[in-house]
């Protein structure tokens, strides 16, 4: 069964310092997301992705965080200058098009900012 | 917005015994709703969805029903066994097909033998 990959399964970076998480998500997938979820917290959405531009982010999503589609698999989301309280478990999803169709997670990358 | 209650955990149960998580919701029209399981040291997987309002979704003998007038998707399963510990994620998307999700607090289940 296709499966969302995600890199690395674990990052640990400097606070200040850029990082760029990777996902391929599957193939025929239309429609892409990035959560997170901060140690012992539920899951918060971030961004969606959909037709190389951000359809909806939330308000954790600001000026720092970038999501990108550099070619026709990877999916990356990127942290320009990290502070310790982006340390958490970010995971990346996508989805067919329709009402009915499910989200597809990836494992998920711990962040961790030192 | 859209928001879900989820039943505070951790639950612990014995083998074979009768599991209900429950969930209820707060959102405008007619929202899908899901079941995400996380097991230790792995991401979240879909375990049943419903679309409309008195559907019931099932998987692996979990089952929950679409209740409108209750707005709830409660998560039940006859009888739980060890390797169904884990934790439950409660999560709905809008009516418009292709949004984001919106979870629940998660539920730790923990079954001992």
């Known amino acids: 069964e296709p499966e969302v990959t995600q890199t690395p399964s674990h990052q640990v970076t400097q606070m200040g310092q850029e990082v760029i998480l990777r996902c391929v998500p599957i193939s025929n997938h239309l429609y892409f997301y990035w959560y997170r979820q901060i140690l012992g917290q539920k899951v918060e959405f971030l961004v969606s992705f959909y037709n190389n531009e951000i359809s909806e982010k939330s308000e954790i999503f600001d000026d720092q965080f970038s999501v990108e589609r550099p070619d026709g698999s990877n999916f990356t989301l990127k942290i320009r200058s990290t502070k310790l309280e982006d340390s958490a478990m970010y995971f990346c999803a996508s989805s067919a098009r329709g009402r009915d169709q499910p989200q597809h997670f990836g494992d998920g990358t711990r962040l961790s900012i030192l | 917005g859209d928001s879900v209650t989820q039943m505070e955990g951790p639950v612990t149960l014995s083998e074979e015994a009768f599991l209900t998580i429950n969930c209820t919701y707060t959102?405008?029209?007619?929202?899908?709703l899901f079941w995400y399981v996380q097991y230790p040291g792995e991401g979240l997987q879909l375990l049943l969805k419903?679309?409309?309002?008195?559907d019931k979704g099932s998987n692996k003998g979990f089952e929950a029903t679409y209740r409108k007038e209750t707005t709830s998707f409660h998560l039940e399963k006859g009888s739980v066994q060890v390797s169904d510990s884990a934790v439950y994620f409660c999560a709905l998307s809008s009516n418009f097909g292709n949004e984001k999700l919106t979870f629940g607090t998660g539920t730790r289940l923990t079954i001992i033998p």
């Open positions: 419903a679309t409309k309002a008195d």
């Open positions: 959102a405008t029209g007619y929202p899908s």
